[in-house]
């Protein structure tokens, strides 16, 4: 009776992480802006694993540090912990190792940085999980539980798996942002020679003389250059 019990628990469990991650995905290719992408990825993650908090914190590579950028927890004590130092408290060191670190009660472990919030919050065990891409450590995910608990391997590969579908939302967003600048800047270029071109025909100027004009009249209008190239565009089409 038990041995039915334990398989039809774990055949739940199993159901669940599945879901989950499928979830996950879904969320991930529905074209959401980055910030609510990440927010429903850690209330998913939180609600598979019964996680007292869940959240994302994102490395800043200048000030080599993490900055939480997403949670579910209300606590706005949680949400505004300063940054931690890569290599410092248990989600630094999970990423500079590069590797899941556990914790079965943060209260009193010496390398959590804040036993207080961790009291004040009901927090005991922790499981931070770094976010990787191309082998590239971008963030870590961190599941904290109210009861002291032994995560298992097969529970640390489902969360780097979360984690890593994380990396690919953000991964995704700065390919798309990055699309979008090369495109307007093709567009610029496109226009500004355009401009140029105009300028050099009618106003028998040089290529470098043409170029200086726009942007003096950038300069001087507070404009874009884009715009001042427009409008030139615009009042010689129009002669």
């Given at each position: 009776m038990n041995k039915k019990r334990n398989?039809?628990?774990?055949?739940?469990?199993?159901?669940?992480?599945?879901?989950?991650?499928?979830?996950?995905s879904s969320t991930i290719v529905s074209g959401q802006y980055l910030d609510d992408i990440l927010a429903q990825i850690v209330k998913i993650t939180a609600d598979m694993f019964n996680s007292k908090i869940c959240s994302i914190m994102l490395l800043?590579?200048?000030?080599?540090?993490l900055v939480i950028k997403a949670t579910q927890s209300l606590s706005e004590e949680y949400k505004n912990k300063p940054p931690v130092k890569v290599g410092s408290s248990i989600s630094g060191l999970a990423v500079?190792?590069?590797?899941?670190?556990?914790?079965?009660?943060?209260?009193?472990d010496p390398k959590y940085m804040y036993p207080k919030i961790a009291e004040k919050e009901g927090?005991?065990?922790?499981?931070a999980v770094p976010m990787i891409m191309k082998?590239?450590?971008?963030?870590?995910?961190?599941?904290?539980?109210?009861?002291?608990?032994e995560f298992k391997d097969e529970e640390i590969k489902v969360i780097q798996t979360i984690a890593n579908q994380a990396a690919l939302a953000i991964e995704n967003t700065r390919l798309f942002e990055e699309l979008i600048v090369t495109k307007e800047t093709l567009e610029t270029k496109k226009l500004v020679d355009r401009a140029k071109s105009l300028l050099m025909k009618n106003k028998s100027m040089s290529e470098e003389e043409a170029h200086?004009?726009?942007?003096?009249k950038s300069m001087d209008l507070r404009k874009p250059i884009k715009e001042v190239a427009s409008a030139v565009i615009l009042a010689f089409e129009e002669i």
């Open positions: 398989t039809n628990r774990k055949s739940k469990k199993l159901k669940k992480e599945i879901e989950g991650i499928s979830l996950i800043d590579e200048k000030k080599d540090e500079k190792e590069k590797k899941p670190i556990y914790v079965l009660d943060v209260k009193t927090l005991c065990s922790m499981l082998n590239k450590v971008i963030g870590v995910l961190n599941i904290y539980t109210s009861e002291p608990y200086r004009f726009l942007q003096k």
